[in-house]
Antibody
Framework: QLQLQESGPGLVKPSETLSLTCTVS??????????WGWIRQPPGGGLEWIAS???????YYNPSLKSRVTISVDTSKNQFSLRLTSVTAADTAMYFC????????????WGLGTLVTVSS | EIVMTQSPATLSVSPGERATLSCRAS??????LAWYQQKPGQAPRLLIY???TRATGIPARFSGSGSGTEFTLTISSLQSEDFAVYYC??????????FGGGTKVEIK
């Protein structure tokens, strides 16, 4: 059974960089035509796609966040990562990592999520 | 950006009754539309993809329909475990992938 697990600091100071890692177990991150993504959800709010990466390293970003976001993949560790720079309180959210089955596929496996709070 | 609009925002339904949720896209997404269920403190769970195909393990009381810009999720007979928030998502256009604002299905 494929499992995804987010990890990273739960508290980040304003103007600093948020860094999260998603570890994939029960399958290989490079084992098929999968896209690996990050989605966030502010407290009491809806879902916002941040970025996705293909195992080969091709990246796709939400234009609204593109200037601050970097997504990357490390196939040797079966992980992919998110960096979000210059964070503000508006970036406080639950961050989920997830897998999409292909370029025109939904997110079929999700991590449990990790809450990141931006506060001094 | 393709804007996904869900209605109603909240739906009050009695157990055993039918629930009908709507999702409208600001431009055609073909059949590249998914529905997710989210319960408090949990990650979203994929229910429907391709507008009408149930994901693995999803009960038959969940059904999806529509194409282009108008989509519907129907829960034929609500069970206690179905009270949750439901989101639609288009994956036809990656710039960006977008979700609807959600419909909360609550107990009447």
């Amino acid at each position: 059974q494929l499992q995804l697990q987010e990890s990273g600091p739960g508290l980040v100071k304003p103007s600093e960089t948020l860094s999260l890692t998603c570890t994939v177990s029960g399958g290989s991150i490079s084992g098929g035509s999968y896209y690996w993504g990050w989605i966030r959800q502010p407290p009491g709010g809806g879902l916002e796609w941040i970025a996705s990466v293909y195992y080969s390293g091709s990246t796709y970003y939400n234009p609204s966040l593109k200037s601050r976001v970097t997504i990357s993949v490390d196939t040797s560790k079966n992980q992919f990562s998110l960096r979000l720079t210059s964070v503000t309180a508006a970036d406080t959210a639950m961050y989920f990592c997830a897998r999409a089955g292909g370029g025109y596929e939904p997110f079929d496996y999700w991590g449990l999520g990790t809450l990141v709070t931006v506060s001094s | 950006e393709i804007v996904m609009t869900q209605s109603p925002a909240t739906l009050s339904v009695s157990p055993g009754e039918r629930a009908t949720l709507s999702c409208r896209a600001s431009q055609s997404v073909s059949s590249n539309l998914a529905w997710y269920q989210q319960k408090p403190g949990q990650a979203p769970r994929l229910l429907i993809y391709g507008a009408s195909t149930r994901a693995t393990g999803i009960p038959a009381r969940f059904s999806g329909s529509g194409s282009g810009t108008e989509f519907t999720l129907t829960i034929s007979s609500l069970q206690s475990e179905d009270f949750a928030v439901y989101y639609c998502q288009q994956y036809n256009n990656w710039s960006p992938l977008t979700f609807g604002g959600g419909t909360k299905v609550e107990i009447k």
